[in-house]
C-alpha cells in the first residue's frame, strides 16, 4: 500500500517540474473547492483561477508560466494530459476478476480469450469471439457471430445485434445497443413497408462509447465508428454513417443516415446532423446545431441550420437588437416622408 | 441453398423492368461504392448518381426513366420499395427457434401462444399474455398482466410496466421501456407531489420502436400508438400522447404530454412538441423544430418556434444577411440625417 | 374491497368543499373525455374548458370560482394537488412483495434492510447497503459499495456504477444509469486520453428519475442531485454538475460538466446548460433553449443562445416579419436615392 507520492515524483513522471516545495507529500487528488493540505488539486481552466487562490491545496498541478503566489506548484507543458497520468497512477482501475460466471450463458462455438471475465446474467450467443481480457458486464447481450476485440470492456447491460465487431481496448458503457436496425422504411400508399437492415457495425480500436447512446448497423454495408473516437451518453449514430479516426460526440449529439464524417471532428452537445452529409476533417460542430448541408475541412459551424460560426455570432448579435432595428426603419420611414412632403412641396 | 437470382427473376418479384441483360445471374445486394459484377446494387437518391456511373456492380435498380449508360438496370416505379421486397428474398430474417429458455422467469396465469420464443433472463409476470409467434428477447421484464400480440418481437432487454399492451406483428428494439411513469407532478409550497399515473399505454399492431426509446403510460386513460406507426432511436413520447396511425418519429425527437397527433404525421431528428397541443394529419416537422402550438392538416413547420417552413426559410434568408442590414440602416440614417441638414438649410 | 366514494368524503380528504350533491358516488377517475357517471373527473388546465362542460363526468375536481352549470364539483384550492391525493386515495401503488428472488445475486458484506425486495437475475455486488423497504427491480445492478436509501425503488434494469448513492424514497426508472464515466479526456497531438473518472454520484432524498436517463459520476469529487428534485426520461447530467434542492427536468433536457444549478430550477423538454456555469435558483429554461452563460436567480430564459424570454419574444416577432422588414430597407433606399437626386438637382 501506498502511502503518498512526493511532488517531484509525480513530476518526474509526467515530464513537468516542480515550482516549490519538492518534497511535499501527497496523498490524493482533489478539486480546488474539496483540497486539503496532503491533496494536489489542479487549474486546467482559467474559469477557477480564483478558486485555485483560495484553495487549501497542498500543490496545484498548473501549466506553463502560470502565477499562483504562496502554492507549491507542479508545472506541466500539457496540465490535463499530466492530470490524466496522476489520477492513473494514484487510482489505478480495478480490473475484473477473470472467469466466466456460472450465471451466464455462453453459446455453441464461442471463442473465449484468456483472462476473459463475463458477468452474471450475461448471454454470449452462438459463434462469437470474446479476445484476451475482454470483460462482458453483468446483464451483456452479445448477439450471436459478434466480435469483442482484446481488452474492451463492456459495462453492464450493453447489447450488441448479431454481427456486430467492437475493436481492442474499448470502452462501452451500460445501456449502450449497438448494431439495431436502422431507421429505414419505404413507403407506398401511407404503408412503411420496413427495409431489411442486412450491414452490420464496426467499432474499431480505442473507442468509448457512453451509456445509453445508440449505434444502428448499416442498411447495407457498414456503419463504421473510427478508431480512438469517444462517444458520450445518449447519442444516436444512424446507419451507414462513418465516422473517421480520432471523433469526439458529446451527449445527446445525433448523427442521421449514411452521413461521413472526418478525422478528428466535434460534435458538441445536443447538435446533429442531416443523412447523406460529407463531413470534412477537424470541423467543430457548436452546441445544438444543426448541420444540413456539407461542411469542409477544418470549419467551425453553428446554428439552425450550421453556418460558419463568426457569420452566427454577427446575425446572432444583430437578432438581440431587431426590435431597436425595426423601430429605427419605422423612424426613417417617418422622417423619409416628411421630407417627401416637403420636397413634394417644393416642386 | 439458393445460389443466385436472375435479373428477370427479380424484375418479375417487383413487378419491374430489365433494361440489359435479363439473364445475368446475381449473388447479393451492395452499395454503389461496395459492389462487385456479381452484385445488385441501387438508385434511389439522386445525390449518388456519381457514384452510380462509377460502381461496379453488376446490376443497378432504379426508378422510371434513370439513365445511366453501359449498365444493366432493374427499374421499378417504386425502387425503395423495391429493394425493401428484394432484401427480404435475398437475406430472409432468421426467426429465434420456439420455446421458452429455463433460464427465463414465467409468472402465473401467463397465456403463452404457441411457437412462441422466450430468451435466457427474461421475466414475464403474472396474468400477461404472449400472442402466437411472439417473441421474447434476453433480459426482457414484460410487466403484469401486460400483452403482446402475435408474430411481435421483442428485442433484447426491453421493459414493459405492467398492463402496457403491444399490437400485432411489432418490433421493440433492445433498451425500450414501454409505459413508464409519466412525468406528473403538483407543486406545492416547493415540494413536487407525485401525481400517480394510473392509465396505460397501447402500442398498436406494426408498430416498430428504436433502441432505448421511452414510452410512458398515461396519467390517466392511455397513451396510444398508432398502427404502422415508425419510431426511431431514443425518441420519448409522454403521457396521455395519441399518435396516429402511419407516424414516422425520427431520432431523438420528442412528444410531450397530452399532444395529439393525426394520422400519418412526420417528426424529423431532435424535434419536439410541446404538451397539449393538437398537430393535424399528414403533418411534416422538421429538424430541430419545436412545435409550441396547434398545427393544421398538411402543414409543413420549421424553426423554434415552428412556423410554416416557407415563411422560416426566408425569415432563415435574412438572419444571415442581418449584420449587412443593420449597416444600411445606419447608413440610411446618415443619408437621411444629410437631406434634413440641408432641407432644414432651406427652409 | 372499496365499492366507491362520496364526493362529500373525497372532499374532506382533500380540504375542498362540493358544490352540488355531497352524496353523491364517485367509484373512479377519468379524464373529461371518457368520464362516465360514476367518475370523477377534473379541470386543472383551462385549455380543457370546453371539454369539461361537454363531459359525461359524475363530478369534477376544479379550482376556486370554477364556474361550470349543471355539475356536481369538488373545489379545491389546489385543485392538481388535490387530484394527485386523491388518485393515490382510490389507486394505491402495489408494493413488491418483500424477499431477495433465489435469481438474484447478492455479493459479500451486503446490508439487506427490513422488507427489501430483490427480483430475479438483479446483482448486488459486494459491500452494498439496500435500505429497509428497498426495492431492487429485475435485472438490475447495483455496483460495488453503492448504498440504496430506505423505501427507494429501482425498477427494472437500472444500473448504479460502483460507490453510487441514492437516499430514501426514491423512484428510479428502467433503464436509468447512474454513476457513469463521465466525458473526460485529455488531447495530446490527437489522441484523446481518458481522464480516470474517481468521483462519485451521490442522488438525495425524494429524487425521481425518468427511464433511461443517464447521470455520470463526478471526474474528481461529486455530483449532486438535490432533494426532492424529480427528472424526466432521456435527461443527461454530466459529470460534475450540482442540482439544488426541488429542481425540475423535462425530457431530453442535458446539463453538461460541472455546471451548478441552484434551488427549484426547471428546464423544459430539450433543453440544454454549457459547461462550467452557474445557473441560480429558481431559473427556468424554455423549451430547446441553449444556456451558454450564467444565469442569475429568478431569471427565465430562452433561445440559443439563452436570453431573457421577454427579450427572446420581441426578437422572435421580428424574425419572422425579417422579409418585410428588408423590403422597408429596400424601399427607403430607393426612397432616399430619389430625394438625393432632386437634392442634388437643386444644389
Given at each position: 500500500m501506498k502511502n503518498g507520492w512526493r511532488l517531484s515524483e509525480l513530476a518526474a513522471a509526467v515530464g513537468g517540474r516542480v515550482r516549490g516545495d519538492p518534497d511535499r507529500v501527497l496523498t490524493g487528488i482533489a478539486t480546488l473547492d474539496g483540497a486539503g493540505p496532503d491533496d494536489l488539486s489542479f487549474l486546467t481552466n482559467p474559469r477557477y483561477r480564483q478558486a485555485a487562490d483560495a484553495s487549501r491545496a497542498g500543490a496545484i498541478l498548473v501549466g506553463p508560466g502560470s502565477e499562483l503566489s504562496g502554492k507549491d506548484l507542479l508545472e506541466a507543458a500539457e496540465p490535463y494530459v499530466a492530470l490524466a497520468e496522476i489520477l492513473e497512477r494514484m487510482h489505478?482501475?480495478?480490473?475484473?476478476?477473470?472467469?466466466?460466471?456460472?450465471?451466464?450463458?455462453?453459446?455453441?462455438?464461442?471463442?473465449?480469450?484468456?483472462?476473459?471475465a463475463v458477468g452474471p446474467f450475461a448471454v454470449v450467443a452462438d459463434g462469437s469471439t470474446l479476445g484476451d481480457g475482454a470483460v462482458i458486464g453483468p446483464g451483456c447481450v452479445v448477439g450471436q457471430g459478434s466480435e469483442i476485440g482484446p481488452r474492451t470492456r463492456l459495462h453492464a447491460r450493453v447489447v450488441l445485434y448479431p454481427g456486430t465487431s467492437v475493436g481492442a481496448r474499448c470502452i462501452i458503457h451500460a445501456g449502450v445497443v449497438l448494431g439495431g436496425d436502422g431507421f429505414g422504411f419505404a413507403t407506398s400508399r401511407g404503408v412503411h413497408r420496413k427495409v431489411p437492415q442486412i450491414g452490420r457495425l464496426v467499432v474499431e480500436d480505442d473507442v468509448e462509447i457512453g451509456a445509453n447512446t445508440?449505434?444502428?448497423?448499416?442498411?447495407?454495408?457498414?456503419?463504421?465508428?473510427?478508431?480512438?473516437?469517444k462517444i458520450d451518453n445518449?447519442?444516436?449514430?444512424a446507419h451507414g454513417v462513418v465516422i473517421g479516426p480520432g471523433g469526439l460526440l458529446a451527449a445527446q449529439?445525433?448523427?442521421?443516415?449514411?452521413?461521413?464524417?472526418?478525422?478528428?471532428?466535434?460534435?458538441?452537445?445536443?447538435?446533429?446532423?442531416?443523412?447523406?452529409l460529407k463531413i470534412g476533417h477537424r470541423v467543430i460542430v457548436g452546441a445544438k446545431t444543426a448541420v444540413l448541408a456539407d461542411v469542409e475541412d477544418g470549419s467551425y459551424v453553428t446554428g439552425i441550420p450550421a453556418v460558419d460560426h463568426r457569420s452566427w455570432k454577427r446575425s446572432q448579435a444583430?437578432?438581440?437588437e431587431l426590435p431597436d432595428l425595426r423601430a429605427r426603419v419605422r423612424q426613417l420611414e417617418r422622417r423619409i416622408?416628411?421630407?417627401?412632403?416637403?420636397?413634394g412641396g417644393e416642386s
Open positions: 489505478p482501475e480495478p480490473t475484473p476478476v477473470p472467469g466466466v460466471s456460472p450465471d451466464a450463458r455462453i453459446g455453441a462455438g464461442v471463442s473465449v480469450g484468456r483472462d476473459v445508440t449505434i444502428d448497423r448499416a442498411s447495407i454495408g457498414e456503419t463504421r465508428v473510427g478508431a480512438g473516437t445518449l447519442v444516436m449514430i449529439s445525433g448523427i442521421a443516415g449514411s452521413t461521413q464524417i472526418g478525422r478528428h471532428a466535434m460534435f458538441a452537445g445536443q447538435s446533429g446532423a442531416a443523412g447523406h444583430v437578432f438581440r416622408a416628411e421630407l417627401e412632403s416637403k420636397s
